[in-house]
């Protein structure tokens, strides 16, 4: 079992910048991939980026390439995101996942096993 933990949401003006925490809890972070998906108001819950286990491999979504920046610290048990050039279409509730570090398609949510709660961003204009 593994409990994830989201801090650093708030509200930000369109153009700034976030940095979200994840801290896990509980069996081996270090065998485990993680993500971060969001979920905006009426809209379904969707792939924001993703590292592997051994932090070897990032993935993004087209929407968050060349803004967004995941990453890991193995050592502290913490998974980041570090949000720039934010955008009002950013607003979402943000959530950390973590998965089986065999999983081929990392960027879906059946892909991970266990959730955090979430932490509310919001992009004014």
């Known amino acids: 079992q593994v409990q994830l933990v989201e801090s650093g949401g708030g509200l930000v003006q369109a153009g700034g910048s976030l940095r979200l925490s994840c801290a896990a809890s509980?069996?081996?972070?270090?065998?485990?991939?993680l993500g971060w998906f969001r979920q905006a108001p009426g809209k379904e819950r969707e792939f924001v980026a993703t590292?592997?286990?051994?932090?070897?491999?990032?993935y993004y979504a087209d929407s968050a390439k060349g803004r967004f920046t995941i990453s890991r610290d193995n050592a502290k048990n913490t998974m980041y995101l570090q949000m720039n050039s934010l955008k009002p279409e950013d607003t979402a509730v943000y959530y950390c996942?973590?998965?089986?570090?065999?999983?081929?398609?990392?960027?879906?949510?059946?892909?991970?096993?266990?959730w955090g709660q979430g932490t509310q961003v919001t992009v004014s204009s």
């Open positions: 509980g069996r081996t972070f270090s065998s485990y991939n």
């Open positions: 590292i592997r286990w051994n932090g070897g491999s990032t």
């Open positions: 996942a973590a998965g089986r570090k065999d999983a081929v398609l990392i960027y879906r949510r059946s892909a991970y096993d266990y």
